[in-house]
């Protein structure tokens, strides 16, 4: 099980360790954190694996959102819990995102919750939850 929320966990360190994370750093070979950086648009990264930086404070909260999405594509997780996990994305590259891990995982279970309406149309299931709070003062 992998949890993605709104803003990802960053560790101090290498972006090697970033992607890896909960994984020790050097645990995952260097091709598959090349080709998950390249499946989540963030390829310009690959020269930046061994550069230690406090990348919370680099990379955009967007851009920390797709390492999220690389983490779970180099996990394998069996169940993903996204919590407006593509919140600071636009409706393309969140689109993008979810067809990768369908691709990627495509026994995976995903739940996410999020606020856009575009996340229904890439779900199979969706509940909706409405919730309407009347309040009444007694006298």
Same mark, same amino acid.
Do not use: C, F, T
């Given at each position: 099980?992998?949890?993605l929320p709104q803003r990802p966990y960053i560790p101090l360190g290498s972006l090697r360790a970033?992607?890896?994370?909960?994984? %020790? %750093?050097?645990?995952?070979a260097e091709e598959r954190l090349h080709g998950a950086l390249a499946k989540v648009g963030l390829s310009d990264l690959v020269d930046s694996l061994d550069a230690c930086a406090a990348w919370s404070d680099i990379l955009?909260?967007?851009e920390q959102q797709r390492i999220g999405f690389a983490r779970a594509q180099?996990?394998?997780?069996?169940?993903l819990l996204l919590d407006e996990a593509t919140s600071a994305l636009d409706e393309p590259s969140e689109a993008a995102l979810f067809r990768m891990l369908r691709a990627e995982l495509p026994t995976a279970?995903?739940?996410?919750?999020g606020h856009r309406s575009t996340l229904?149309?890439?779900?199979?299931r969706t509940i909706d939850l409405d919730?309407?709070?009347s309040l009444s003062r007694s006298a």
């Open positions: 099980m992998l949890a970033v992607l890896a994370y909960p994984a %020790e %750093e050097h645990a995952v955009s909260l967007g180099l996990m394998r997780a069996d169940l279970a995903i739940v996410s919750i229904a149309a890439l779900h199979h919730r309407r709070l």
